[in-house]
């Protein structure tokens, strides 16, 4: 059996499509209000905003080039990786409570954010096995074939895809108010063990299709290749935020004495 498309993300690609960008025109007004009010906002998260929900749209959406696993793939790092990180970066839940004004739509979100089912989503290791777990789940048991002809199971693996993918960016960069922040230790720890995951799960795909397919040689190796490393270069690039976290968080701790020993002296 041999699938012509991704499973994934082969549901209504122009009603998705549209969806993306219509969240990236959402987040840009909101942007824009914020400012309109004299608030500062940097235009870096503009930027990243409007890259994910591109990075959303060419994967649901844009002609990409390869064979049919390949293809698949790109979608996949696209889509579940790629996406999820420059959204993260954007900071939007920040952003929504900012621009919201005292209210019940803002108390919801507030309450949502802080919800105890949402902190425990948003455990590193909890999202690491609902992204990382999932992937396994779709790429080595018979659930890419089944959801190929079934576009309810193509639908909802496909959300999976994309909400995994954001919780679990989510969780290992903590950006936006949630209901508990992890430290830094735990998150690193976690984003090299779901790391190791993905790369020996794109190591079993170069070496075995996944099953209930009949991808062609040439075409398995190039896609498990592009999982490979380019699930390595946005790990890398998680690990940077962590970095830069740990390097703000380490200057925060040196200047703390220092301004309390100029406070013992003043008299």
């Known amino acids: 059996m041999h699938h012509e498309h991704g499973p994934a993300?082969?549901?209504?690609?122009p009603l998705?499509?549209?969806?993306?960008?219509?969240?990236?025109?959402?987040?840009?007004?909101?942007?824009?209000?914020?400012?309109?009010?004299?608030?500062?906002?940097?235009?870096?998260?503009?930027?990243?905003?409007?890259?994910?929900g591109a990075a959303l749209f060419v994967?649901?959406?844009?002609?990409?080039?390869?064979?049919?696993?390949?293809?698949?793939?790109?979608?996949?790092?696209?889509?579940?990786?790629?996406?999820?990180?420059?959204?993260?970066?954007?900071?939007?839940l920040t952003l929504a409570l900012r621009v919201l004004r005292p209210g019940?739509?803002?108390?919801?979100?507030?309450?949502?954010a802080h919800w105890r089912v949402s902190g425990w989503l948003l455990f590193p290791p909890v999202a690491a096995v609902l992204d990382m777990g999932g992937l396994w789940v779709l790429y080595r048991t018979p659930l890419l074939a089944a959801a190929h002809d079934r576009p309810v199971l193509n639908a909802l693996v496909h959300v999976h895809v994309v909400a995994a993918g954001v919780l679990f960016t989510a969780a290992i960069?903590?950006?936006?108010?949630?209901?508990?922040?992890?430290?830094?230790?735990?998150?690193?720890?976690?984003?090299?063990?779901?790391?190791?995951?993905?790369?020996?799960?794109?190591?079993t795909l170069y070496a075995l299709p996944p099953p209930g397919t009949a991808f062609a040689p040439g075409d398995l190796h190039v896609a498990a290749q592009l999982m490979y490393y380019?699930?390595?270069?946005?790990?890398?690039?998680?690990?940077?935020?962590?970095?830069?976290?740990?390097?703000?968080a380490a200057g925060r701790r040196r200047r703390t004495p220092r301004t309390l020993m100029g406070a013992s002296h003043i008299p």
């Open 104 to 112: 019940r739509p803002r108390r919801a979100l507030l309450a949502a």
């Open 59 to 92: 994967a649901v959406a844009g002609p990409l080039p390869g064979g049919a696993f390949t293809v698949h793939m790109a979608q996949h790092l696209l889509a579940g990786m790629v996406a999820p990180l420059l959204l993260v970066l954007a900071r939007p």
């Open 16 to 52: 998705a499509g549209a969806c993306a960008l219509l969240a990236v025109a959402v987040y840009l007004v909101a942007a824009r209000r914020l400012r309109s009010r004299g608030d500062a906002w940097p235009w870096r998260r503009d930027a990243c905003f409007a890259a994910g």
């Open 230 to 248: 380019g699930g390595d270069l946005v790990e890398v690039a998680l690990a940077v935020v962590i970095a830069v976290q740990w390097y703000a």
């Open 173 to 203: 960069c903590q950006l936006d108010p949630v209901r508990r922040r992890w430290g830094l230790p735990l998150r690193g720890a976690t984003l090299l063990a779901a790391g190791a995951a993905h790369a020996v799960l794109a190591k």
């Open 9 to 13: 993300l082969d549901v209504g690609p």
